[in-house]
């Protein structure tokens, strides 16, 4: 069974965990990460070194603070998690008190709550760059306290970026010294198709157009001979080939859906993995 991360989060990769990890290599020198969201593949191997990043910088924040000290995270979090607190006055209060905040750290702290408590784990936010995700309604949601200290143990020696994926990637293939087990994965929003209206991509203010498909392609093929295997995953559909014009390889299968108001709803969804 899949290690599973202290974030709740939309898009997971542990539910295929089994599958990804035919893969990726299960250990190496380093594994880079250019969207890490909840670091579960990170945190289902065993690499030397971890490189993670992702836009998000309160996700990053809340990363760094959990590797420096998982203790004072766990005191600082620990009582938000009350049955008093598991209401929709008292999350929309603390959502709106987390969209006034200008500490990152005071940011990392709520948005732990945040994850655990609002709508499927959702970190979603509006064109404002406003956390927007409603609440959840779950009947106790979990402290993810073993998960915590986990982290910060498996995570020991990594480190964290919070970078444009193109900034990001140029940096991972400055990287000097042994580079015959470096893998990069690349997880980006879902490609959203003309006919997938429900595929949830707007994951921070600015989204993650086309376009942007089309530059990380782009990107990743014409960094490739830096690293030993650089690999990508992705919802399948018609635009795939058009858009990921590097692929070597795709592989496809089927992973469980966790996003969809209706749970009966939720249908084994199309995924691919490409190889450059």
Do not use: W
């Not at 089994?18 to 945190?43: M, Y």
């Not at 924040?61 to 006055?89: C, G, Q």
């Not at 959502?95 to 408590?117: G, K, P, Q, W």
């Amino acid at each position: 069974m899949a290690v599973r991360a202290f974030m709740k989060y939309p898009g997971s990769k542990q539910l295929m965990m089994s599958k990804l990890l035919r893969h990726i290599p299960r250990q190496g020198d380093i594994l880079i990460e250019c969207f890490a969201g909840s670091a579960s593949v990170a945190l289902n191997t065993s690499y030397k070194r971890y490189i993670l990043n992702d836009s998000n910088k309160d996700l990053i924040t809340l990363y760094k603070l959990v590797h420096n000290d998982p203790e004072a995270v766990i005191k600082e979090t620990k009582s938000l998690f009350r049955s008093e607190t598991n209401n929709p006055d008292y999350y929309y209060g603390l959502r709106d008190a987390f969209n006034l905040m200008t500490c990152l750290e005071d940011r990392a702290i709520v948005l732990l709550y945040l994850s655990r408590h609002g709508y499927n784990g959702l970190l979603r936010y509006n064109s404002q760059n406003q956390f927007n995700t409603p609440f959840g309604k779950y009947k106790k949601p979990y402290f993810p306290e073993h998960e915590i200290h986990y982290f910060a143990e498996k995570l020991e020696h990594a480190e964290f970026h919070s970078l444009d994926f193109s900034t990001f990637i140029n940096l991972a293939a400055s990287i000097e010294g042994k580079r015959d087990k470096i893998c990069v994965y690349a997880d980006p929003p879902y490609l959203k198709h003309d006919t997938q209206s429900s595929v949830f991509t707007e994951y921070t203010a600015q989204g993650f157009k086309h376009e942007r498909h089309v530059e990380l392609d782009r990107l990743l093929t014409a960094k490739k001979q830096h690293f030993d295997r650089v690999l990508l995953s992705n919802h399948d559909g018609h635009l795939l080939r058009e858009t990921y014009k590097g692929a070597q390889r795709i592989v496809r299968f089927k992973v469980p859906r966790t996003i969809s108001a209706k749970t009966k709803a939720r249908r084994p969804a199309p995924e691919v993995l490409i190889y450059y």
